[in-house]
C-alpha cells in the first residue's frame, strides 16, 4: 500500500516561490509516474506536473510551464514541486499522486491509483 503526504505549502506573495515535497510511506515502483495536480475552489482538478519513470519524460500544463520545475529522487520516494514567479492564479489545493500514467495519459486524474490529503497553496498580497 502507498501513501502519499504532501507538505510545503502555505501564503506567498505574487512572485514569490514556494517548493512543494510529496513523500511515500511506501515503496512507490520506479515505473509509476509521480505527479502534482491541483484544484481551485469552484474549479475541476487540473494537471500541473509529472515526471514519468526512470526519465521517461517530464510534462508540465502550459499555464505553468517554465514558472514550476519537478524532480523526483527515487531512492527517497519523494517527489518535488519547484513554483516560481508565482500568480494569484496558481492558488489551489495541490494534490501528489503517483500510478501507472504513461505519455499519453499522464495529465488524466483516473490513471492515477494513489493521492495525498492535498496542501493548500495561496498567493495573494
Known amino acids: 500500500q502507498v501513501q502519499l503526504v504532501e507538505s510545503g505549502g502555505g501564503l506567498v506573495q505574487p512572485g514569490g516561490s514556494l517548493t512543494l515535497s510529496c513523500s511515500s510511506s511506501?515503496?512507490?515502483?520506479?515505473?509509476?509516474?509521480m505527479s502534482w495536480f491541483r484544484q481551485a475552489p469552484g474549479k475541476e482538478r487540473e494537471f500541473v506536473a509529472t515526471?514519468?519513470?526512470?526519465?521517461?519524460?517530464?510534462y508540465y500544463a502550459d499555464s505553468v510551464k517554465g514558472r514550476f520545475t519537478i524532480a523526483r529522487d527515487n531512492p527517497k520516494n519523494t517527489v518535488y514541486l519547484q513554483m516560481n514567479s508565482l500568480e494569484p492564479e496558481d492558488t489551489a489545493v495541490y494534490y501528489c499522486?503517483?500510478?501507472?500514467?504513461?505519455?499519453?495519459?499522464?495529465?488524466?486524474?483516473?490513471?492515477?491509483?494513489?493521492w495525498g490529503q492535498g496542501t493548500q497553496v495561496t498567493v495573494s498580497s
Open positions: 515526471s514519468l519513470w526512470n526519465g521517461g519524460g517530464i
Open positions: 499522486a503517483t500510478g501507472r500514467a504513461s505519455s499519453t495519459s499522464y495529465y488524466i486524474a483516473r490513471q492515477y491509483s494513489y
Open positions: 511506501g515503496r512507490t515502483p520506479n515505473s509509476f509516474a
